[in-house]
Antibody, heavy 121, light 107 residues
Framework: QVQLVESGGGVVQPGRSLTVSCAAS????????MHWVRQAPGKGLEWVAL????????YYADSVKGRFTISRDNSENMLFLQLNSLRVDDTAVYYC??????????????WGQGTKVTVSS | EIVMTQSPATLSVSPGERATLSCRAS??????LAWYQQKPGQAPRLLIY???TRATGIPARFSGSGSGTDFTLTISSLQSEDFAVYYC?????????FGRGTKVDVK
């Protein structure tokens, strides 16, 4: 079945780096753009980044631009988010999600279960 | 960036009743709007895209309408499994943005 599984979360000190990953299965990963979305404890959803199916185009939320980098490895069906210069307010559950509807509709149709990142000294 | 404003923040509804949720964009997003449902401890689920098209497997009691800046999600007859938080999201402009959510709880 179509599935996304995130990993790599944990506790990290402010200013340090972390990479979270998302393993895709059950669909042709290289045909789909992918998103990262995060959710701080008790808060709403915040869109973080998107990467096109071939990795050529990437977009970021203003709050993470210049600190986070989205990437993918289509040969391994993997999506990544490198989080640099982490701040306490980056603490959240990070979800990967598929851009699955059509070229004109990049709504997020499949979501992973999330991986928790805690930034704390 | 486009700000998405959802109202009300909380909506108390009895099972079987109709629920109407609103979402307003700070500028026109044509019909590039999606609705998601999230239950406690779960990932969000796509309900509606293109403002009015139900995603695969979504029951017909969920309907979306609107274009431009004003959008509505209607749940025609609330079932027990529909009590959750609902988010709207625009995908017309970068960066993509979500509303703060409407919690639908039991009256």
């Amino acid at each position: 079945q179509v599935q996304l599984v995130e990993s790599g979360g944990g506790v990290v000190q402010p200013g340090r780096s972390l990479t979270v990953s998302c393993a895709a299965s059950g669909f042709t990963f290289s045909h789909y753009g992918m998103h990262w979305v995060r959710q701080a404890p008790g808060k709403g959803l915040e869109w973080v980044a998107l990467i096109y199916y071939d990795g050529r185009d990437k977009y970021y939320a203003d709050s993470v631009k210049g600190r986070f980098t989205i990437s993918r490895d289509n040969s391994e069906n993997m999506l990544f988010l490198q989080l640099n210069s982490l701040r306490v307010d980056d603490t959240a559950v990070y979800y990967c999600a598929r851009w699955g509807i059509s070229a004109d509709h990049d709504a997020l149709d499949i979501w992973g279960q999330g991986t928790k990142v805690t930034v704390s000294s | 960036e486009i700000v998405m404003t959802q109202s009300p923040a909380t909506l108390s509804v009895s099972p079987g009743e109709r629920a109407t949720l609103s979402c307003r964009a700070s500028q026109s997003i044509t019909s590039k709007l999606a609705w998601y449902q999230q239950k406690p401890g779960q990932a969000p689920r796509l309900l509606i895209y293109g403002a009015s098209t139900r995603a695969t497997g979504i029951p017909a009691r969920f309907s979306g309408s609107g274009s431009g800046t004003d959008f509505t999600l209607t749940i025609s007859s609330l079932q027990s499994e529909d009590f959750a938080v609902y988010y709207c999201q625009q995908y017309n402009n970068w960066p993509r943005t979500f509303g703060r959510g409407t919690k639908v709880d039991v009256k």
